[in-house]
């Protein structure tokens, strides 16, 4: 932890959880180290704090503190107004946010995960990406909705699917996928300024992972794809979950002396295709890291982005490292085999750059 | 169409309600003629035969209170006071249509009307009704949100959640289910195990009763009571409306599934020419009064006719326009 004055500042923790710094006049803070879920509450607190409009509900956000403890507290400070548990009915609550959003509200709606949220597409897809376009302009929805995603808990099936790119599929939505802790703590901000329905998918292994959060004043932009590592060997564009292992896996290539260029998508739409290709021109070679299935992945839209817009810059083809073409199991080796590792990742880096 | 005022006499009340079912009539009649020429196209539900339940209904609400409605909503939009021709417009695809031609026969849309469209997915304008009700309260607006759907709707979850949400928040929504016997073309008796839809107010806490749709005084007495009851903070109510449509249910429907005799002895109790004979009976009402009322409303259809012909297609270089809220507009409406 650092601060503009070099003095070193102790965080102070509470028995409900973090302090966020400005609670505490800490503003001179540059730069803290927090987890995920920290990071998704301070994001949250802050939110609550700031615009009398917004309000959380969801399922167990309230008394509980949210089934991953995002929201620990909240319900205490702001009240049983603004943080709302709601019935086990995801449909109508997700419904009740774009309804609310319609009425003048800034709701934060939080599914507890992907899985789930599939009992409230309908509203997701029907209503939320369509209401301002079918209105001819009329009405904007200016809803933010948070669910955990992703495989690795030894879940099983059904509460281990990535389906980010299903959303992402879907004209009129914004689809954040915050991979880092500092975007965990400010994507939120950013969403809650954009007039139309934003989702945010949270993956379940990052909320205990720790990372630095430099301390902003203002939003940050999420139509911007950022590159998390330099290189010039292999390009590798990921998301979400699947960015810590993207980079770890360019530690390991770095050893052999391949140096792979690490693009954090941080929102699937809109997409910062730019950022993509001007890569690709510059290290020839592309892999796409993505939790969803292999077929229909979001993986494949971004080859085949890459496809339309770079394909004489490349020398080999664009390959995939995504999900296995199986519900995810639930023992530790099978589920491990199913998702993107490391060791895959590493392994076919190398093979695109001959290497392998 | 001007909304009534509260200080019109019973006489004037009563000439508006029949007024407005109406054009309803007379609006949706060239509708189905206008389809036939190819003037309107995709999905076309007409409302005919159910007009005493929008215009009765409507006759309770306040201009801040907030209308959210089904795919069958031309009524509802009429009465709620939107211009016949922007309504009409809208059917033809211009961009001089409620909605600039994005959405169609089913959904019409009118923000300073507080109407929030034209709903097409069955029951999934129920949780957007609980929602605007949420807002509502939490700005300690005084308003009321009236949700309509069909007897089909009562079949899906959201009904259920979204009685159970509202009721258990105490948010001011009334839910008119309009029950004309049909969910697209599967009868009552053969897709609710309980047929009474107000008795399933009981299983969420809050009152429910069942109201003659096809009269317009009882709709109008049926609803301003409810009203009153969900804006004096009483949570929640369901009206059954009991109605029927006499038309297909869309313009593809063969109406295989029922007889001529029944639409024939609903035709008999119908909302317009009943309530004519009774208004004609308490001499409030003449043979001439008819023509002239007949005359003003074809008027209103033609000129809603003519503003459709003479607006413009919204140019196919606007086409992406409004999926994304323009940035730099400021605040979202």
């Known amino acids: ?356 | 169409m001007t909304p009534p005022a509260t200080t019109d006499s019973p006489v004037q009340q009563d000439r508006h309600l029949l007024r407005q079912m109406l054009l309803i009539r007379r609006f949706e009649e060239k509708c189905a003629e206008l389809y036939s020429h190819g003037k309107i196209q995709g999905f076309l539900h007409l409302y005919i035969g159910e007009e005493a339940v929008a215009v009765g209904a409507m006759q309770a609400l306040t201009p801040d209170d907030n209308v959210v409605s089904t795919y069958r909503e031309h009524g509802h939009a009429l009465a709620r006071g939107m211009p016949p021709g922007a309504a009409m417009a809208e059917m033809f695809g211009k961009a001089n249509g409620c909605s600039r031609g994005r959405g169609g026969s089913m959904h019409l849309f009118d923000a300073g009307l507080r109407f929030f469209g034209g709903n097409a997915i069955v029951g999934g304008g129920l949780p957007i009704a609980v929602g605007l009700a949420l807002a509502d309260q939490l700005r300690k607006r005084p308003a009321v949100t009236a949700c309509f759907f069909g007897d089909g709707a009562v079949a899906e979850g959201e009904f259920h959640e979204s009685l159970n949400l509202a009721a258990l928040w105490k948010l001011p929504v009334v839910f008119i289910c309009e029950n004309n016997l049909y969910a697209m073309g599967t009868h009552l008796h053969r897709h609710q195990a309980q047929i009474d839809i107000a008795r399933k107010a009981d299983g969420y806490g809050m009152p429910g009763v069942a109201v003659d749709g096809m009269d317009v005084r009882a709709v109008v007495a049926a609803m301003q009571h409810a009203v009153g009851f969900v804006r004096n903070k009483n949570g929640p109510m369901l009206v059954e409306m009991r109605t029927y449509r006499y038309r297909p249910h869309s313009m593809y429907d063969p109406e295989l599934y029922r007889g001529k005799d029944e639409v024939e002895l609903w035709r008999q109790r119908d909302p317009i020419s009943t309530f004519m004979a009774q208004l004609i009976a308490e001499g409030n009402f003449t043979d001439n009064d008819r023509r002239e009322l007949e005359q003003e409303v074809q008027a209103m259809v033609a000129d809603a006719i003519a503003f459709a012909e003479a607006g413009q297609w919204e140019p196919v270089a606007d086409l992406l326009k409004d999926v994304h809220t323009p940035v730099g507009t400021g605040k979202p409406k």
């Not at chain 1, 028995?15 to 609670?23: L, N, R, V």
């Not at chain 1, 929805?141 to 790119?165: D, N, W, Y």
Request: with cysteine; hydrophobic share 45%.
């Open chain 1, 1 to 356: 932890m650092t601060c503009l004055y070099g003095k070193v500042i102790q965080i102070r923790r509470t028995g409900i959880g973090w302090t966020p710094p400005h609670e505490q006049g800490l503003w001179i803070m540059s730069s803290i180290k927090m987890s995920y879920r920290e990071a998704v509450r301070a994001a949250l607190h802050e939110a609550l704090a700031s615009d009398p409009r917004v309000f959380l509900m969801g399922e167990d956000v309230a008394r509980y503190g949210g089934a991953f403890a995002c929201s620990r507290g909240l319900y205490e400070e702001f009240g049983p107004e603004r943080v709302r548990d709601t019935p086990l009915s995801e449909s109508t609550f997700v419904g009740a946010g774009i309804g609310a959003a319609l009425g003048g509200l800034r709701p934060i709606v939080e599914v507890m995960t992907v899985n789930f949220s599939l009992l409230a597409l309908d509203q997701v897809v029907n209503n939320a990406a369509t209401l301002r376009h079918m209105s001819g302009g009329q009405f904007s929805v200016p809803l933010v909705i948070r669910m955990a995603t992703g495989a690795g808990r030894r879940v099983a099936a059904q509460h281990s699917h990535s389906l980010e790119g299903w959303y992402a599929h879907v004209p009129g939505l914004t689809v954040l996928c915050p991979g880092t802790v500092h975007d965990a703590r400010y994507m939120l901000r950013s969403a809650l300024l954009e007039p139309d329905p934003v989702v945010i998918f949270e993956h379940f292994m990052l909320y205990p992972s720790e990372g630095e959060v430099n301390q902003l004043l203002g939003p940050i932009d999420i139509r911007k794809a950022l590159i998390r590592r330099v290189g010039t060997d292999a390009t590798i564009i990921t998301h979400g979950g699947s960015l810590g292992k993207s980079l770890h896996a360019a530690e390991v290539l770095a050893l052999d002396g391949i140096e792979c260029e690490v693009i954090d998508l941080r929102a699937l739409r809109p997409l910062d295709v730019p950022t993509i290709l001007s890569s690709v021109a510059k290290t020839h070679r592309a892999v796409v890291v993505d939790e969803g299935w292999y077929t229909g992945s979001f993986a494949a839209e971004i080859s085949a982005r890459i496809m339309e817009g770079a394909f004489y810059d490349l020398d080999a083809p664009v390959a995939r490292v995504c999900t296995a073409e199986v519900p995810i199991p639930y023992a530790m080796h099978l589920e491990d085999a199913a998702v993107p590792q490391v060791e895959t990742i590493v392994s076919t880096v190398r093979r695109v750059v001959g290497n392998g």
